[in-house]
């Protein structure tokens, strides 16, 4: 199937710096990813649409000037974490649909970057 | 995009088959039903879709009702490796869509 891979699985910083977190399709093209944090024992929550060539589509309740999203090219896209601060810890997940290979929408998902600010 | 309901958790005995519920009685004509699972500490894994017809791939079946109100996902011979959270979503195919995801259902595999 479709692969999507995310760099780096784990980081830990300290509180106040900022963390980027790559997202890559590797074998197609994706014009649209999507970015999801997951905090333990809870369910993905969609935090933003990238999109390539254009601005990011935050959900509610999501900072756009906190979580800086950047899709430069139709492979990559990158989330940003700006003055990273302990509540920022989390699971960050990108997924991307190939659109070359089907019509009926499914996503693939990358492995998760683990994110923990000290 | 229609909301879903699954029970929180179940058991299943290694080998056994694993019927998981799916309850989207507010489904629209044009949306599909997609399963995915999230095994600990990794990116959700897609294991099947399907519109209208029962579908089958390697992983799993399928099965969705005449009036389309709710599916089961079958795991014909659950494994120790198939312990994981499993969603049921439901949306239609448009491009920019993302997926919404629910609580889903624990699924516990036993020895």
Known sequence: ?118 | DAKTTQPPSMDCAEGRAANLPCNHSTISGNEYVYWYRQIHSQGPQYIIHGLKNNETNEMASLIITEDRKSSTLILPHATLRDTAVYYCIVRGNQAGTALIFGKGTTLSVSS
């Open chain 1, 1 to 118: 199937g479709a692969v999507v891979s995310q760099h780096p699985s784990w980081v830990i910083c300290k509180s106040g710096t900022s963390v980027k977190i790559e997202c890559r399709s590797l074998d197609f093209q994706a014009t649209t990813m999507f970015w999801y944090r997951q905090f333990p024992k809870q369910s993905l929550m969609l935090m933003a649409t990238s999109n390539e060539g254009s601005k990011a589509t935050y959900e509610q309740g999501v900072e756009k000037d906190k979580f800086l999203i950047n899709h430069a090219s139709l492979t990559l896209s990158t989330l940003t974490v700006t003055s990273a601060h302990p509540e920022d810890s989390s699971f960050y997940i990108c997924s991307a649909r190939d659109l070359g290979r089907t019509n009926t929408g499914e996503l693939f998902f990358g492995e998760g970057s683990r994110l923990t600010v000290l």
